[in-house]
């Protein structure tokens, strides 16, 4: 799970001291974001959690992934829940609004949070080591993780933030003038502006920028079907190997993630898995032999795997952070049951962050923290083993 935030310091968008937000202008935030100025997390007091009437929101785009159903109301086919919603309310997500026999898209061309970050936060770890992501985040998720540790815009919604509405073309221009290698669509969840994803992704490949979606994994056939055509990879937040776990911590189902994993290692979108560990809840042995001895069986040996460290966030806050050895255990399990690609992740200094050839072991991409200290690109030094990813 990686975190949002201003690299430079910079609040791109601010909230003054009367409690108004004064937005940047698209020319201001293009040249903010350009030089990886974060867009800052603006939020509105007195956020509820229930389901709210018709907002007044500026340049509202339409759904792709719905029917209409009886008297005004139309279910969402984007992800598991298939809400049906009725005329004036919105789905489970919040950023959804059925208008009129109509479903809007809330959040499309309104980022939240924008950074110009370095592909290893994300994580991916087999992917363009060392480069840039333009990323950009909208608000709002599909799921309610109760330890979301970027809960200020993934369990919000669109009009909790006051920004600029910035179209797609515009979003791919800064992340050209950035240098950054892709977009990436992370942070809160992405399947929730997924239209907005696809438009990004299309402008972003005029520039000869591909596009990363770091996900939860909770999205329908189709519509991945849809998004997974503009990607070139996709990182999987699997958040346990029990559906319980899924169900009271989550507010979400095991079953849809892995039937999602499937469809993507079929796909030919490079596939990378992230599971954040959170003691005493889902970092017990067996869940962990399970979980790997799953992804070997069904998505194969060479799929990342990247273990990562908890930090008490949102409602779970009683619990410590997740010690170095806890990674390091979860790491060997996944070696005992044959995956080729194992680690340890944003715990700096640690040697599980490392890249090694399967076959001769020997160090084939080193990093510190997100630095790059060595990188053969895809190619053991030593014995000439291909690493599998998207290298240089």
């Known amino acids: 799970m990686e975190y949002h935030g201003c690299m430079s310091g910079k609040t791109c968008f601010s909230r003054n001291s009367g409690g108004n937000t004064t937005a940047m ?30 907002a007044k929101t500026g340049n509202p785009h339409e759904a792709k992934w ?11 086919h984007l992800c598991p829940r298939q809400c049906l919603v009725p005329n004036g309310m919105r ?38 080591p060392g480069s840039k992501a333009f990323s950009i985040a909208t ?24 920004v600029p509405y910035t179209p797609p073309e515009s979003v791919a221009k800064a992340a050209a003038n950035a240098k950054a290698k892709t977009i990436a669509y992370t942070y809160s969840e992405p399947t929730v502006f997924s239209e907005y994803v696809i438009d990004c992704a299309k402008a972003g490949r005029e520039h000869a920028i591909d596009s990363v979606m770091i996900t939860n994994g909770y999205i329908s056939a189709q519509a991945q079907k849809d998004v997974l055509a503009v990607l070139k990879a996709v990182k999987v937040d699997l958040k346990s190997f029990s559906n ?25 979108v490079w596939l990378e898995i992230v599971v954040l560990l959170i003691p005493t809840l889902n970092d017990d042995a067996d869940n962990l032999k399970r979980m790997t001895s799953w992804i070997v069986k069904e998505l194969g040996p060479d799929v990342p795997v990247i273990f990562t460290a908890y930090r008490p966030a949102y409602k779970i806050v009683n619990i410590p952070p997740t010690p170095g050895e806890t990674l390091e255990k979860a790491r060997a399990i996944a070696y005992e049951e044959g995956c080729h690609y194992s680690y340890g992740g944003n715990i700096p200094g640690m040697k599980a962050a490392n890249t090694y050839c399967p076959s001769c072991k020997n160090l084939v991409v080193e990093r510190y923290g997100y630095k790059i200290l060595k990188n053969t690109d895809g190619k053991c030094d030593k014995c000439g083993a291909v690493i599998p990813g998207i290298w240089a």
């Open 25 to 54: 202008n698209r020319r201001e935030f293009i040249a903010c974001a350009g030089l990886a100025l974060a867009a800052g997390c603006v939020k509105q007091a007195g956020a509820g959690d229930t389901e709210q009437p018709v």
């Open 244 to 268: 319980d776990f899924y169900r009271e911590v989550c507010n979400g189902s095991l079953a849809p993630v892995l039937d999602s994993l499937k469809r993507i290692s079929k796909s030919g």
């Open 66 to 76: 719905y029917s209409k159903a009886k008297k005004n109301k139309v279910t969402c």
């Open 139 to 162: 608000a709002g998720c599909n799921i309610n993780c109760k330890f979301c540790q970027n809960w200020d815009i993934a369990q919000k919604r669109p009009e909790d933030f006051v």
């Open 91 to 128: 789905g489970h997500c919040r950023v959804r609004e059925n208008r009129g026999g109509r479903f809007y898209a809330l959040s499309y061309g309104y980022p939240v949070a924008v950074n110009l970050d370095p592909i290893e936060k994300k994580p991916f770890m087999h992917v363009y």
